[in-house]
Structure formats: C-alpha cells, structure tokens
C-alpha cells in the first residue's frame, strides 16, 4: 500500500520545507525534494503537512454517556479536527477503573478504527479517592496513563501510593488540580465578573495549591507527574518554578485558556461554562508566555461534549464542559501563530510531539520511518465556527461565531485516509 503526497510543506521540528512525502505499508517511506511513484497521489500544494495531533485528554463518553458521545462520533470529530490519537478520560460508566472497561473500549476503537485510542484508567476505584484501582491489569489490557480527572485525589497519602504504583509500571499520573474543599461550589473564576453577574466564584488558589502538592509529592519521590489544563498565571509560575528545580513535571493547557477570558460569563451562556473556569487577561498572557518558554508542554482540548439537555438550563445546573476536538488547530493556529506568538513548528512540538513524549506514544512527527499519522491543512483556508455543523453529538462551543484560520483537508492514520473534507 502507498500513497505520495505532492508538493506541501512539511511542518518539521527544525521548519518547514517544501517536500514530496512517499507512505509505504503505513509508515513515512521517503521524504525528498521531487518523488515519482506510480500510487494514489494527494496534491497538496498550497497546503502544509502536519503531524498528527495527539490529544492527550478527552472525554469520549463510552461507556454509560454516549448520549453525550460515543466512541464513533468522537472519533469523527477528531478525524475532522486533524486528530491522529486520542487518550480518553475514565469518568465513564462504569469507570474506566478495571481491564474489562479498557478492553471494551479498545475493542470498540478497533471496530470504528478512524483514529488511534488510548484509554486513560481511573487512579482510584470508581473515581472515589479512596482506594487504587487495580493499576497492574490495567496496564496489561493497555492504558497509557492514570487520572481521576474530574476529581483531584484529596488523600495526599493515597496521591503518593499512587504515584509510586504507577511508576512501578511505567505510568504516569495525569492530575485534575482542584481542591475540592475550597471551590465550595464555584462555578466561574472569582473576580469582578462573578459579582457582577451573581455567580458564584471559584478562586485561583482552588487549583494552585493542589498543583503545588502534586508537584511536591514528585520533587520529594523524584517520580514524574502530568498537571492538567493549566488555567491561572499563578498555577504557571508554580510549575516554571519546579522545571527549573529539576522536578519532572509536565502541564497541558487547552485553547479556551490562551483565547477567553471570563468576560465571557456575562451574557450567563452555559457553553462558558467549564472546569478549570476561564479566568482573566492575566491568566491568559501567563499561559500564552508558558507556552513560548516550555513551561507548558502541550496543548489539548480537554474536549467534554454535553448533549443539550445537559446545557439548556440555569448556569449553576449546566454541566461544566466545552466540545472542542474539531476546532483545536484551527483556533492554536489563529491565536498563536498568526499573532507571532509560536511558529508552526512550536505548535506541532505543542499539539503533537510533546504528548507523544510525555506518554511514550510512538508518532507525533513527521520522519522516515514514523507511522504515517497526517493531517494536510490549509491555514490560508478561513471559516466561522458554528456548533451546530460539528460531527461530536456535543455542540456546547463558546467559539461560536468566531473566524479561524486552517482547514483540515485531508487526515491519515497509519496511512490511511480517514478523513476529507468535502
């Protein structure tokens, strides 16, 4: 099996150049100036060669939600997006906490087979914070990582077990920082705008100091930890302050933390709704700047699709969440490169190849050799984003209405053509 692509510009870790790409049996075969071969062929000039994305956190709902989404559609989305891998959340039903439910659900990507899926499982059984789940067995059926996100685990002694278990198989903790106690019920940032509006607020502290014990708990077992979608300027500086210490930490961010700020909250649109809690300019300059200098390693969309029942309601009844898979790259290329804030190449390095690191994922980049995970996008291809024509049954965006720039074109996984636009 081959396929040439022609004339695009490959998005590499040193640049970009303008290249001829030869896909052999699922793997980048040659990469070269000029390639002649008599195969199915993707004329790309014009259009840019990017790694795959490798989203690193999503909810894909199945098992027990799919009202919200299910393995198929959230798969769809992604394709849609430029998304080659995903890594699923365990807050299902039943949770993602025992081999049975990875197994189902790595059976059920396999029968779908649009992109490739790795399920997460729960760091604790039922995602209580009580007791570990059955860490070894999960890692056997094929979880690439641990979270009980949603949920940060407040037992710091159960946090460490945990940590170290994982570790012993190769398994990292990706934590939710959210210190249950003291958000107390907040549902926006703390700030001008929740007493404007009579919501009630959410302070920084919420996730900066479950942050700083995370990262405590690594300093002090030298064992890696993962902080999920970094949302405060503080949260920022902890974690610069510990990279430069030494301690193995890694962050992701998601785009509605370097794009909103909780000016949003005012027109009380459920779609604002979401946990972290977009906060203020900032916040939103500090993520922007952890970004540039490696403080957070990767972006990701933390994509939580709600059906409408879950939203058409009172702001502080709404589900907390954002459907973002298919607009990820379209609104981290507007927001960041356009504005000379990362050059395409950091953005590849932020939406694919840092997860594949931070995860031991093989792809993530484009070389001789690595699976043929693509996506062909046109970033000179604007469009308005409108919920209602998303794949993902979710259509809970506060983007909507906005301009973009980059249009996925065609994606492949392993070679194969998944995805074309029409």
């Known amino acids: 099996m081959k396929l040439l692509i022609k004339n695009g510009t490959l998005v590499l870790p040193e640049g970009e150049i303008k290249s001829d790409l030869l896909i052999k049996d699922g793997k980048i ?55 080659t891998q995903v890594c699923c959340m365990p807050n299902t039903n039943p949770v993602c906490d025992n081999a049975v439910v990875v197994s189902y659900i790595k059976n059920r990507a396999k029968e779908v087979n649009l992109c490739k899926i790795h399920p997460i499982g729960a760091i604790t059984r039922g995602q209580q914070g009580e007791a570990l789940s059955d860490i070894g067995k999960m890692k056997s059926a094929g979880v690439v990582a641990l979270s009980d996100d949603g949920k940060s685990v407040m037992n710091s002694y159960i946090m460490r077990l945990a940590m170290e278990y994982a570790n012993d198989f190769g398994l990292k903790c990706l934590c939710h920082c959210e210190d249950a106690n003291l958000v107390d019920g907040g549902v926006v940032n703390e700030g001008y705008n929740s007493t404007l509006t009579g919501l009630k607020g959410s302070p920084r502290a919420v996730e900066d100091i479950m942050i700083a014990r995370e990262i405590a708990l690594s300093e ?49 649109d459920t779609f604002t709704k979401v946990n972290p809690p977009v906060r203020e300019c900032r916040d939103v300059e500090e993520i922007i700047r952890g970004l540039q200098d490696g403080t957070i390693d990767c972006i990701v ?26 607009t990820s790259l379209a609104l981290s290329y507007t927001y960041l490169v356009k504005t000379g804030r990362l050059t395409l190449s950091g953005l590849a390095e932020k939406t694919s190849r840092a997860a ?55 994606t492949l996984v392993d070679g194969e053509i998944k995805y074309k636009t029409e």
Do not use: W
């Open 29 to 83: 075969a040659e990469i070269a100036q000029k390639i002649e071969d008599d195969c199915p062929t993707i004329e790309a000039r014009g259009k840019h060669i990017f790694p795959g994305l490798i989203d690193m956190h999503v909810h894909l709902r199945e098992p027990g939600f799919e009202g919200k989404e299910d393995i198929k559609s959230g798969s769809e989305a992604a394709v849609k997006g430029g998304v």
């Open 220 to 268: 002090s077992l030298g064992i890696p930890v993962h902080i999920c979608h970094v949302s405060t300027y503080s949260g920022v500086e902890i974690i610069r302050s510990a990279k430069a210490r030494g301690v193995k930490v890694t962050a992701e961010t998601c785009p509605h933390y370097f794009i909103l700020t909780d000016d949003i909250i005012t027109s009380y």
């Open 301 to 326: 969309t933390d994509h939580a699709p709600h059906s409408a029942k879950d939203k058409q309601v009172e702001y502080n009844l709404a589900a907390f969440g954002i459907s973002g898979i298919e």
């Open 356 to 410: 594949a690191k931070i995860l031991g994922l093989e792809g993530g980049e484009i070389k001789v050799g690595a699976p043929a995970d693509l996506a062909v996008v046109d970033f000179n291809k604007s469009y308005v984003i409108d919920g209602n024509k998303f794949v993902s049954k979710g259509k809970n965006t506060p983007f909507n209405g906005y301009k973009v720039f980059g249009e996925v074109q065609y």
